[in-house]
């Protein structure tokens, strides 16, 4: 199975700050990697497909860059309503497999 | 616009079989080009995709539920279902149906919570 390794598993920042959350493959996965937004008590939200492509609907504050193992999704100036879990997810192989999770805080 | 919501009993009792119903609308679950999944989430921790089916009924399950687990469909009712026997509390969970197109979740149930207690 593909292990995903997503860091910080937590964070904190101020309205209009830069996020950037990372995540890490245990092996090449290319641009087969998939982002999603958990608000508390919700389903996820998908974000960002293939690695970059904004899915519609989404702010554009929030993108998404990388390939190979490493993978960045970042909120560009960080708004109330970006409270939440972020999770990366790989589509290159199954067992179909998520990250643990990063927490975003506002201060 | 794509629905899902997930059905079922909120509380299962130690050894008994999990049957969870998921009803897709405003789409037809005999769309080609879609799989159709459920999604697991542990109080307070991370996601774990149990399987999905296909409306050819072509199943995948994940090799550490893989004895206990099954995914069908029913096209009549626009319907798919996941059965989970044996279950424990390492079960109890959020379970989550979820459509997905290409290789990415993009539309979710809400979601249901399902506790194994005596």
């Known amino acids: 199975d593909i292990q995903m390794t997503q860091s910080p598993s937590s964070l904190s920042a101020s309205v209009g700050d830069r996020v950037t959350v990372t995540c890490r493959a245990s092996q090449s996965i290319s641009s087969y990697l998939n982002w999603y937004q958990q608000k508390p008590g919700k389903a996820p939200k998908l974000l960002i497909y293939s690695a970059s492509s904004l899915q519609s609907g989404v702010p554009s504050r929030f993108s998404g860059s990388g390939s190979g193992t490493d993978f960045t999704l970042s909120i560009s100036s960080l708004q109330p309503e970006d409270l939440a879990t972020y999770f990366c997810q790989q589509s290159y192989s199954t067992p179909l497999t998520f990250g643990g999770g990063t927490k975003v805080q506002i201060k | 616009q794509v629905q899902l919501q997930e059905s079922g009993p909120g509380l299962v009792k130690p050894s008994q079989t999990l049957s969870l119903t998921c009803t897709v609308s405003g789409g037809s679950i005999s769309s080609g080009g879609y799989s159709w999944s459920w999604v697991r989430q542990h109080p307070g921790k991370g996601l774990e995709w149990i399987g999905y089916?296909?409306?050819?009924?072509?199943?995948y399950y994940i090799p550490s539920l893989k004895n206990r687990v099954t995914i069908s469909v029913d096209t009549s009712k626009n319907q798919f279902s996941l059965k989970l026997s044996s279950m424990t509390a390492a079960d109890t969970a959020v379970y989550f149906c979820?459509?997905?197109?290409?290789?990415?979740?993009?539309?979710w149930g809400q979601g249901i919570l399902v506790t194994v207690s005596s």
């Open positions: 089916i296909y409306n050819t009924g072509s199943t």
């Open positions: 979820a459509r997905v197109y290409v290789d990415y979740f993009d539309y």
